[in-house]
């Protein structure tokens, strides 16, 4: 039989818990042991291996894992322009291996439906391995039925919304009543935590007295609904007796309602994106013309002279924030944004991101914000952990599965449209350098990006059936 090894050598080997020189060998898909470098096994392997891999002077990574984000996503009208075709190959290029896509329940809609057509969607598409999450957009019996057979089927997390009155708005019992589900199923209750009906009156009144510009998405969302919504979540949260999961949180005021919660010990946990530790609303949203539109997502860049920034990076070292991910959500300005340039409104809400996670957040390493190991652990050991994909992903383990990062710390290069691989008519990073580069990527054993080639396949990336959280059990 012939057997197909690999050896990465010469590397740096970067956990969650440290950094250590070190060899990995992968059979097939699979990882086999990661071995002290010039120990006999070591030796022994390299002889034996199908192909050696030389690491030096480079990070060996767990492939990131990306929960959080929206492939062709139905949005105000539009859809988002990455498929699970163009955004899984994107992602790869950025070194994630993994993502968490979401299924959708519409208004009126069955939940099974819904989800069997969105899998089939996604099968036979990607480039690397995904999940799904379902959102409940119309909490109702049959719906709180479904949550339970998708829990045993692999889909053991759900996402409802506080906001989008109308569209995907759960109001406080219907929340309850998943969150009771969810305490009873073993599931994970993701929340987007924002007052709706608040800001959408305060929408309207900026449009009618003319304050109809990108900018004015970021001021009607206030931070206040974020950190009122955010704090009665935690609270159905303990009525309900359920696992919380705040997404896509930017405030301060909203991450100070998590660590109280944390603090009495209560099983909330939070993700931020990449985009709201860089970006704020006067350099980004308040861009002259309609340029802000770009940066036009929900919950929306806050105002660099609060320190919404600083205490997220915070949050990221407390561990009160545990999960970056990019809320991938791409519009083009090209008919889409441009939707919205009379009314803010209209703007597609969203943020294209997927290929920059895993560059940007090293950046927050080489700027003294975060450790080495815990830019592994925030892109990839505590979001598989966090899904139920661990240890098959975000860790490089005997038996885990071969996602594999070959990162350069050396290797400073701008982002641009023109260099970027998603399927968006602009970059929202134009002009960001960053101080590293993914050089090579594996998935499940295969190299898919080496030398600056993509040599991967749309369908080679599996559904991932996943179990509960770590963190619950
Ligand atoms: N936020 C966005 O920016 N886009 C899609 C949905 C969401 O919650
Ligand atoms: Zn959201
Ligand atoms: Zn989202």
Redesign the pocket.
């Known amino acids: 039989m012939v057997c197909m090894t690999l050896l990465i050598k010469g590397g740096t080997v970067v956990s969650s818990t440290g950094a250590s020189l070190a060899e990995v060998l992968v059979d097939g898909e699979t990882i086999v042991a990661v071995l002290s470098p010039g120990c006999d096994a070591a030796i022994a392997a390299e002889g034996g291996a199908t192909r050696v891999i030389d690491a030096t002077d480079r990070y060996v990574i767990p492939g990131g894992v990306d929960v959080?984000?929206?492939m062709s996503?139905p949005f105000g009208g539009t859809f988002a322009s990455d498929t699970f075709e163009t955004g899984t190959r994107a992602a790869a290029w950025g070194g994630t291996t993994t993502i968490v896509d979401?299924a959708t329940q519409a208004y009126g809609k069955n939940v099974r439906e819904c989800f069997d057509a969105r899998l089939a969607e996604a099968q036979g598409e990607c480039a690397i391995d995904y999940g799904l999450h379902m959102i409940i957009g119309d909490v109702q019996d049959d719906a709180l039925k479904e949550m339970d057979r998708l829990v045993d089927e692999g889909v053991s997390s759900f996402?409802l919304f506080m906001a989008y009155p109308g569209v995907f708005l759960s109001d406080d019992g219907q929340i309850l009543r998943a969150m009771q589900q969810a305490a009873g199923n073993g599931g994970l209750l993701m929340m987007?935590a924002e007052n709706g009906l608040a800001i959408d009156v305060l929408a309207a009144q900026a449009v009618e007295r003319g304050d109809s510009g990108p900018v004015h998405h970021g001021y009607v969302r206030r931070a206040e609904f974020e950190s009122e919504a955010t704090h009665r979540a935690i609270q159905l949260a303990k009525v309900g007796a359920a696992p919380l999961y705040i997404?896509?949180l930017s405030a301060s005021e909203a991450l100070e309602q998590v660590a109280i919660a944390r603090n009495k010990g209560m099983n909330v946990f939070a993700e931020t994106c990449p985009q709201y530790l860089y970006f704020n609303l006067e350099d980004q949203l308040d861009q002259p013309g309609f340029e802000g539109a770009k940066y036009v997502c929900?919950t929306p860049l806050r105002t660099k002279h609060e320190h919404h920034q600083a205490d997220l990076w915070t949050g990221l070292r407390t561990n009160d924030l545990s999960v970056v991910?990019t809320?991938?959500?791409p519009f083009c300005m090209k008919e889409q944004k441009e939707m919205g340039l009379d009314d803010f409104r209209a703007i597609p809400n969203?943020f294209g991101g997927v290929e920059h996670r895993i560059d940007m957040i090293y950046q927050g390493v080489t700027q003294g914000e975060i450790s080495l190991a815990r830019w592994v652990e925030l892109c990839a050991t505590t979001p598989a952990r966090m899904m139920g994909l661990y240890p098959r992903k975000g860790v490089l383990q005997p038996g885990s599965d071969a996602d594999i990062v070959l990162y350069n710390p050396n290797h400073p290069w701008t982002i641009s449209v023109d260099n970027h691989h998603m399927n968006i008519d602009y970059s929202a990073y134009e002009g960001v350098t960053v101080p590293g580069k993914v050089e090579t990527v594996l998935s499940r054993g295969r190299v898919i990006v080496e030398g600056g080639q993509y040599l991967g396949r749309k369908g080679d990336g599996q559904f991932i059936r996943r179990g509960l959280s770590s963190y619950l059990i």
Do not use: L, M, N, R
């Open positions: 959080h984000t929206h996503f979401f996402k987007h997404v896509h929900s991910s809320d991938h959500c969203g």
